[in-house]
């Protein structure tokens, strides 16, 4: 399985701009960019995804590299419940779409 | 009403005992899954089921049994609880097939204590 990287552990104060890295060097050319947060004591949340381009929504921009080995999830203005454990993760196309496969993730603390 | 609700939130169980995890959505969707959390650890797939009648073991089934009831309902049975099974369970779902480009929806989970 594709492999991502990320820091344990970042700090932000509120109302300022995160961003959050992922590497992720050995991804093939299908695989699909998600990143999902978990709140305290809550199921994970999906926040965004892509594959080689930008992606903006309502909670985030995903910025992606061009070689594609890293991607960077920005939230543009840090809220106290954007306090989370933040997953960067790697989707296969294809028979494999379903797989999920999480790692430690970053934690996120939001100083007010 | 949460498009995907697990019950119970909570339960204490002994050692031995059979136990059952629900879960049920309203997303419409026909995949299913059940993970577990440990602390410290990322998610780990149970079983995933693309349909009523399509179920798959994940990573980590051993001990664990699930059904599908329903488009709308999976549970997960432990059939002879043991305390390394105390975990946070998650049910979740998605669309699509063979792609993606679909996010999870999760449930908000089922803290499970075995003593």
């Known amino acids: 399985d594709a492999k991502t990287t990320q820091p344990n552990s970042m700090e932000s104060n509120e109302e300022e701009p995160v961003h959050l890295p992922c590497n992720h060097s050995?991804?093939?050319?299908?695989?699909?960019i998600h990143w999902y947060r978990q709140l305290p004591s809550q199921g994970p949340e999906y926040v965004i995804h892509?594959?080689?381009s930008n992606v903006n929504n309502r909670m985030a921009s995903l910025a992606i590299a061009e070689d594609r080995k890293s991607s960077t999830l920005i939230l543009h203005r840090a809220t106290l419940r954007d306090a989370a454990v933040y997953y960067c993760i790697l989707r296969p196309s294809g028979a494999g779409s379903y797989q999920l496969t999480f790692g430690k993730g970053t934690k996120l603390s939001v100083i007010p | 009403d949460a498009d995907v609700t697990q019950t119970p939130r909570n339960r204490i169980t002994k050692t031995g005992k059979r136990i059952m995890l629900e879960c049920s959505q309203t997303?419409?969707?026909?995949?299913m899954y059940w993970y577990r959390q440990d602390p410290g650890l990322g998610l780990r797939l149970i079983y995933y089921s693309f349909d009523v009648k399509d179920i798959n073991k994940g990573e980590i089934s051993d001990g664990y049994s699930v059904s599908r009831q329903a488009q709308a309902k999976f549970s997960l049975s432990l059939e002879s609880a043991i305390p390394n099974q105390t975990a946070l369970y998650f049910c979740?779902?998605?669309?699509?097939?063979?792609?993606?480009?679909?996010?999870?929806?999760f449930g908000s989970g089922t803290r499970l204590t075995v003593v």
């Open positions: 997303k419409g969707h026909d995949r």
């Open positions: 979740a779902t998605s669309a699509g097939s063979g792609t993606a480009t679909y996010g999870y929806t």
């Open positions: 892509g594959l080689t």
């Open positions: 050995t991804i093939s050319g299908t695989d699909y």
